[in-house]
Nanobody
């Protein structure tokens, strides 16, 4: 499977954005999907993950209650709805996938397929 993330942009603090990650191939539903982000001069960090069926999710504490991950296996797409954005949410956001198990993983090294990233900038 190949991944392409889009939907980033410039938004004021308190605003919202929805990121999408479109996957090619017929096996999208067999992958656990995740979102990560990387700010300048910082390491890539976990944001959220969702299981194959879309009924289990996990979030980083920093985004819990503000971000919502979801997926549509019929459209081969995973989404990240981001509300109440803060300047510290500014980063390049990456979607990622792994299919070796059904566990929800927060470690970037567990994911073996990555999209190209989309920039999110939140102004104060």
């Amino acid at each position: 499977v190949q991944l392409q993330a889009f939907g980033g942009g410039l938004v004021q603090a308190g605003g919202s954005l929805r990121l999408s990650c479109a996957a090619s191939g017929r096996t999208f539903s067999t992958y656990v999907m995740g979102w990560f982000r990387q700010a300048p001069a910082k390491e890539r960090e976990f944001v959220s993950t969702i299981n194959r069926d879309g009924d289990r999710t996990s979030y980083a504490d920093s985004v819990k209650g503000r971000f919502t991950i979801s997926r549509d296996n019929g459209k081969n797409t995973v989404y990240l709805q981001m509300n109440s954005l803060k300047p510290e949410d500014t980063a390049v956001y990456y979607c990622a996938a792994y299919g070796s198990s059904s566990w929800l993983r927060k470690e970037a090294y567990a994911y073996d397929i990555w999209g190209q990233g989309t920039q999110v900038t939140v102004s104060s």
